[in-house]
């Protein structure tokens, strides 16, 4: 495919819009209404979201997990610690998340800060995998160099035979982290690329005790 046909891909986004008075009073209440949404609408996946870190020297990786929770804390995802998204985190916990769902011509795009699930949440968690899925976390060292694939199945395969029937217990390496968002901004397509933007943005707010908190200010940004 070259250029010019890459150009001319186009669609034109005609399936809704958004406004201020369909927006519920918190984002994680909105959130749920558009998974709802999506899931409804048999969507891949509809839990399948982009997960940008940056390293310690800003140089930025993404790549695709899968919520697998959501709470008033926010949004939660399990992987491996040492993997070079958890390395990111660890060094630098504000990272990005995007909802990609093409089919409703909409996205939604999460900024906040990631912090590690306790060990009960974690073990909690494993423990509800599949089998096959605990091994994997113990066989790949996520994100490093490895000689070959069969050097990976090999690893795999000795340590299904090692657990034989026992309980999988779960890495210390492997774990979740929860996103507590600061924005939130929920895209509707429309016609002309003139799309629907919508943002839940995090603001501090004071107390006549002296003592603080914070709510959330909605806002309309431009397409």
């Known amino acids: 495919m070259d250029a010019r046909e890459l150009s001319d891909l ?68 399990f992987t491996n ?62 994100s490093d160099v490895i000689e070959d694939r069969s050097s990976l199945d090999a690893r795999y395969a000795e340590l299904a035979t090692s657990f034989g029937e026992r309980d999988v217990p779960r890495p210390e390496h492997w774990g979740g982290y929860c996103v507590e968002p600061q924005t939130v901004e929920f895209w509707q397509g429309r016609l002309g690329r003139m799309h629907d933007r919508l943002r839940y943005r995090r603001v501090a707010t004071g107390s006549t005790d002296g003592g603080g908190g914070a709510a959330w200010l909605t806002e309309r940004l431009a397409p």
């Open 81 to 142: 610690y040492a993997s070079r998204k958890g390395r990111d985190l660890e060094s630098n916990p504000r990272c990005s998340l995007l909802f990609p769902w093409h089919s409703l011509e909409r996205q939604v795009r999460v900024e906040g800060t990631a912090t590690p699930l306790s060990a009960a949440e974690n073990d909690a968690y494993f423990a509800s995998r599949p089998r096959a899925a605990q091994i994997g976390a113990w066989a790949s060292p996520q």
């Open 10 to 77: 186009r669609r034109e986004y005609a399936a809704g819009g958004l406004d201020e008075a369909d927006l519920e009073a918190d984002p994680i209440s909105m959130f749920r209404r558009w998974m709802h949404h999506a899931v409804r609408a048999g969507i891949y996946e509809p839990n399948a979201l982009v997960l940008a870190t940056a390293s310690p020297d800003g140089t930025p990786s993404s790549r695709i997990v899968l919520l697998k929770g959501l709470d008033e804390r926010g949004f939660v995802f």
